[in-house]
Each structure stands twice: as structure tokens, then as C-alpha cells.
């Protein structure tokens, strides 16, 4: 078919459902999407499945993509969506940062710079605004001149020029923050040069028959990303409505709208949409309650610290984090009640703590000071192995009884009773059911107890020592 551009082979396939058309939009962009998928997964088998998804969602909305989104631009950020989802899902960082440590060079050969970039350009990228990232798309991903620039994004050839170096400016300056100080020019010669990688041989053709098919014989797993990339999709929307960062409620009116705040999910179900972050009302007392299903998700979070809340925003850990001297104090309430958004409550928690405590985080890797959780004499009368295929929890004062867990499980809690990572490196790879209980000698802390039982009773032992280990970074700018 003669060479059409993007919106008319997407508006080709909308009305008539030509297959060729989208199977000519799929070989046009299937290496970018690709490419996106692989930086933020580490994974050829995640970023084709990525890939799948990215196209499908593109499919499914191919008669409602705005004729002023770009096609590049619109692929792209979808693709980098979806690969934070499976990375949020499966609890592992979008990419790996370099080590802050790293000196600048401007000798640098172009393999090593990118494999300094490589790791943040899209968390980078996914921080610019959407002129800026498309700019940069153009030019630096797709190659396109200035005045190509100008026409695709409609503005002058000028415009399009100071567009580009702007953005690459800011770019410049985020690397250099997370201790990647690099020119501007150099880092425009790594991305020209790298930011896309072939895809599979098969993988376009497989992929744009999955995608007119509307994703009918995709796995379950694509699906699910599929379902969470469209989720994302109505809370960008319902963000640019203003929801995002203020309470919502369901109507304006002069009548006085009744928060129920009582740590019950009845009266959490009959509360109106809002979203909540204040400094906490209460004098003791913490916890939770959630209900589901996820299209109508709601939590309540109350008298929780803010490392607790940092843990729960950015799917960390509670004692992975570096905190900075002036981050804000005290205990908060949390409530989200808005409908219609799976794991909207970790994007609204985000730009409240952002908007109104100046606070954002990130992950990097950085050596740190660890606990090994070793098992050379494990007490198998008291740690017995298990049949069960989940994991149970219960406890009360000086008494907590695991059943089904394993033992990474078991290194979280020591975790949290020892306020440092603690990594298992036992080798067991079994569930166990265990009741730990201790009781502390005269002057002795908790802590010390718990250890002391840890070791005598049950047989593990611990060992110090600094590893490199992702950590939740966290920023503030409150004053």
C-alpha cells in the first residue's frame, strides 16, 4: 500500500479494520516499543510481552487517538507505563541506576556512556512534559531534522530546534543528580546511537496479528498488562480533571459532606470520592483498612509514619530508605475513595506527598549495611516444613505464629524488629509454619530478646555486613 502516515494508517484500520495498515504501523514502531520495554525490564521475554500489550491497547483505542498526539510519542509512553506496572507488580525496580560514584569523563567511549544512561533514560524521559518527550523522541530516537520536527508537532523549524536542546538539557541535569555528570553533546551521540535495539525476528508479525485480534489470544499475563496500561490510561485523564491532587468530591453543593474517618470498611465503603492527606488526628492507635475489588479499591491509613507511608507509595521497603535531614515529622492519615482506578491510591498518595510536602523519591542501588539471615542449625522441632501453599500471619504481645512462609518472608519481619535489611541467604527455598515467642531478662530490650531467641531457640544466626542493595531515595524540599 503507497506510504501513509501514522494517523492515516490508524484512522485506515478504525474504519475498515485493515490489517495491513496496522501490520505497517507495528513494523514502523515494534523496534521503539521494543526498545523501551527491554531498558526498563532488563528482559527480552518482558519486553516482547510488553510490546504485545503496547499494540493491543493501541487496537482497542485506534478511533479515539487524538489527530495532535503524536503516534511515536503516544507508543512510547504507553510502552514505559506498562513496563512500570509489570515492575510495580513484580516489585522490581524499572531500571537499574548506576552507582552515584561513577566520575565524569570526556573521554568516555559511547558503550560506556549508554550503559551509564541506559538505566535512567526513561525514568528521565518519563519526566519531561509531553512536547519535550516527543521532541526528544524525534530527534534523537527516530532521527528527524529540525524542520520534520517542526512539521510533525506543529511548530516552527526554530521552535522545534530550541525545543530540543532544552530537553536535552533537562536530561542532562537529571543524570546529573543521580551522579551521572556527562555533556549535553555527549549524551545526544549515546541516545542517536542506542535508544533503539531490533526487536525478535516474528515478534512485529506475531504481535499485529494478536492486536487486530484485540488481544483474543493473548496470554493472561499480557492481558493483565493490557487491563493496568488502560487503568493508568483513566487516571492520567482523571489527573488532568484535577482529581489527582486535591480532595474530590462527588458533587459541589452547600450541604455539608459527612468523612467518615472509623477504621471500619462499612463506613470507609459509604464515604464520597476523596482523596486525603492530612497530619493525623489521632493520639494513639495505628493501621489500616483496604477493600476491594480494584475497580473500586479504597484505603484508609491512619497514624502511620512517614516512613510507612514513603514504604507504601513507592513499593519499598520500610527500613530501605535514605531520608533526608529536613523531611517532614509527625504521623498522617491517608484516605483514597476514588473509583474506577486499579492502584490509583499509590499515584494519588504520590502527588499529595509531592504537593503538599515537597516530597519525591526514587530508587538507586548503594552499598549499604546489611543483615545475612543464616540457618546453620535450624531448629526443625520448632521451624517445620510446610504444606501450605500461602502464607498466614497472626500475633499477639511476644507471640507471632508464621504458617506457609517462607523464609524471605521471615527476614521482612526480622526486618522490622532489627530496623535494618536483612537478606536471607539461608539456601532454604521451603515454607515453614514457626511460632516465634521470647521474653526479655530483666534490663534487656525486645530486641535483644527476639535475637537472643532467634539464635539460642531457633537456630539462625546473623552476620553484618555492606552490600550493594536498591534503597528507596527520598527528596524534600519543605521548608
Given amino acids: 500500500m503507497p506510504e501513509l502516515n501514522d494517523h492515516d494508517l490508524l484512522g485506515e484500520y478504525a474504519r475498515c479494520g485493515s490489517e495491513e495498515a496496522f501490520a505497517a504501523l507495528v513494523n514502523r514502531y515494534v523496534n521503539l516499543v521494543y526498545s523501551a520495554g527491554l531498558r526498563c525490564t532488563g528482559n527480552a521475554q518482558h519486553a516482547e510481552e510488553i510490546v504485545q500489550a503496547v499494540f493491543i491497547i493501541l487496537a482497542r483505542k485506534a478511533g479515539r487517538l487524538p489527530r495532535r498526539v503524536s503516534v511515536s510519542g503516544w507508543l512510547y509512553q504507553t510502552a514505559r507505563l506498562t513496563a512500570a506496572n509489570l515492575n510495580r507488580k513484580e516489585h522490581r525496580r524499572v531500571c537499574r541506576e548506576q552507582e552515584a560514584y561513577m566520575q565524569s569523563t570526556l573521554n568516555d567511549t559511547e558503550p560506556a556512556v549508554w550503559e551509564r544512561i541506559a538505566p535512567l533514560l526513561d525514568e528521565a524521559m518519563g519526566r519531561l512534559g509531553t512536547t519535550d518527550r516527543q521532541v526528544v523522541m524525534l530527534r534523537y530516537f527516530e532521527n528527524r531534522s529540525a524542520a520534520e520536527i517542526g512539521a510533525e508537532l506543529r511548530m516552527t523549524e526554530e521552535t522545534a530546534r530550541q525545543r530540543s536542546g532544552r530537553a536535552l538539557e533537562k536530561l542532562r541535569k537529571y543524570f546529573g543528580k543521580r551522579g551521572t555528570v556527562l555533556p549535553a553533546g555527549v549524551i545526544a551521540s549515546a541516545l542517536a546511537a542506542n535508544s533503539l535495539q531490533a526487536a525478535p525476528a516474528g515478534v512485529a508479525k506475531t504481535v499485529a496479528v494478536m492486536a487486530v485480534a484485540k488481544g483474543a489470544a493473548a496470554s493472561v499475563s499480557t492481558l493483565a498488562l493490557v487491563k493496568a496500561g488502560l487503568n493508568v490510561m483513566t487516571w492520567t485523564k482523571m489527573k488532568m480533571a ?154 499477639n504481645f511476644r507471640n507471632v505464629i508464621y504458617r506457609g512462609a517462607s523464609m524471605d518472608s521471615l527476614s521482612w519481619w526480622m526486618e522490622a524488629v532489627f530496623q535494618m535489611p536483612v537478606l536471607d541467604r539461608t539456601g532454604l527455598t521451603n515454607r515453614f509454619d514457626v511460632a516465634f515467642q521470647w521474653l526479655p531478662k530483666p534490663g534487656q530490650s525486645e530486641t535483644a530478646a527476639i535475637e537472643e531467641a532467634l539464635q539460642t531457640r531457633y537456630g539462625f544466626q546473623f552476620m553484618e555486613t555492606n552490600l550493594p542493595l536498591k534503597v528507596l531515595v527520598v527528596e524534600s524540599d519543605h521548608r
Fill in 242 to 395: 484535577g482529581l489527582g491532587i486535591s480532595v474530590v468530591l462527588a458533587a459541589v453543593t452547600t450541604t455539608a459532606v459527612v468523612i467518615h474517618w472509623d477504621m471500619n470498611s462499612a463506613m470507609l465503603a459509604k464515604n464520597p470520592p476523596v482523596l486525603i492527606l492530612r497530619s493525623t488526628q489521632l493520639t494513639n492507635g495505628t493501621g489500616g483498612v483496604t477493600i476491594g475489588p480494584e475497580k473500586n479499591y479504597r484505603m484508609l491509613l491512619q497514624n502511620v509514619s512517614m516512613r510507612l507511608l514513603l514504604a507504601s507509595a513507592f513499593h519499598g521497603q520500610e527500613y530501605r530508605e535514605v531520608l533526608p535531614a529536613g523531611l517532614p515529622q509527625g504521623n498522617y492519615d491517608f484516605m483514597y475513595t476514588l473509583p474506577g482506578v486499579s492502584y490509583g491510591w499509590v499515584d494519588g498518595l504520590r502527588a499529595e506527598l509531592k504537593r503538599q510536602l515537597g516530597v519525591t523519591a526514587h530508587f538507586e542501588t548503594r552499598m549499604t549495611q546489611v543483615r545475612l539471615l543464616l540457618a546453620p542449625n535450624l531448629n526443625t522441632n520448632l521451624v517445620k516444613e510446610s504444606g501450605r501453599d500461602e502464607m498466614t500471619q497472626v500475633g
